[in-house]
């Protein structure tokens, strides 16, 4: 059975390390982050071991067709993986690795 390819937005890279800090084909990391005050369902997406954005989660800063992260955060565990596919501007869109939804 194919499951369906997963996508999502991962913004705020200006606040972290800025877009050219990503390259398309990169390997993510996806951890819940628990602690933020902002968001109760905020996941932070890592580059090895350095934060690098969070994904999505309103209305105005979520692609169109790609999951925000309260659609995503039921979907996986505590952490998850995606691949980088395409860079614009203060965002990038990822695809959820195909093992990773519960």
């Not at 090895?48 to 992260?69: F, L, Q």
Request: with cysteine; charged share 30%.
């Amino acid at each position: 059975m194919n499951k369906e390819k997963i996508y999502i937005t991962i913004n705020h890279l200006d606040d972290f390390f800025g877009p050219t800090y990503l390259r398309t084909g990169e390997v993510l990391t996806l951890k819940k982050d628990r602690k933020n005050h902002y968001d109760d369902e905020a996941i932070a997406a890592y580059k090895e071991e350095c934060r690098c954005g969070y994904v999505a989660n309103s209305v105005s800063s979520v692609a169109r067709g790609t999951y925000s992260s309260g659609r995503l955060y039921e979907k996986i565990g505590e952490e998850a993986s995606c691949i980088v596919c395409f860079i614009k501007d203060d965002m990038a869109i990822c695809e959820l690795n195909s093992d990773q939804a519960l």
